[in-house]
């Protein structure tokens, strides 16, 4: 009942671009710090990007910053993670994770999603 779904990854050339979508049920995200992470084969869980509750702060790791850009639709309770030029470096499994009344960047989460693979190769 109280979960998030990514979706939106695929195989892409690099240079492309590709939305993440992270849609949550049994909750509402207007409230919550919301996180973007990815891990890399054989690499730990890296943190991407986090908006902070109720947009107050925003955060994006130095690797992607320029290039990825996080939103939140209140109305469709979803968060999105829109991804620009994109590089093989990129290629991870990308996961959303969500917590309430929280600032960015943050390691405390209460909601985590089960990712979307992005494979950035020619």
């Known amino acids: 009942q109280l979960q998030l779904v990514e979706s939106g990854g695929d195989l892409v050339q690099p240079g492309g671009s590709l939305r993440l979508s992270c849609a949550a049920s049994g909750f509402t995200l207007d409230y919550h710090r919301i996180g973007w992470f990815r891990q890399a084969p054989g690499k730990g869980r890296e943190g991407v990007a986090c908006?902070?509750?109720?947009?107050?702060?925003?955060y994006y790791v130095d690797s992607v910053k320029g290039r990825f850009t996080i939103s939140r639709d209140n109305a469709k309770n979803k968060v999105y993670l829109l991804m620009n030029n994109l590089k093989p470096e990129d290629t991870a499994v990308y996961y959303c994770a969500a917590r309430w009344a929280g600032s960015c960047p943050g390691e405390e989460y209460d909601y985590w999603g089960q990712g979307t693979q992005v494979t950035v190769s020619s």
């Open positions: 908006l902070s509750a109720s947009d107050r702060g925003e």
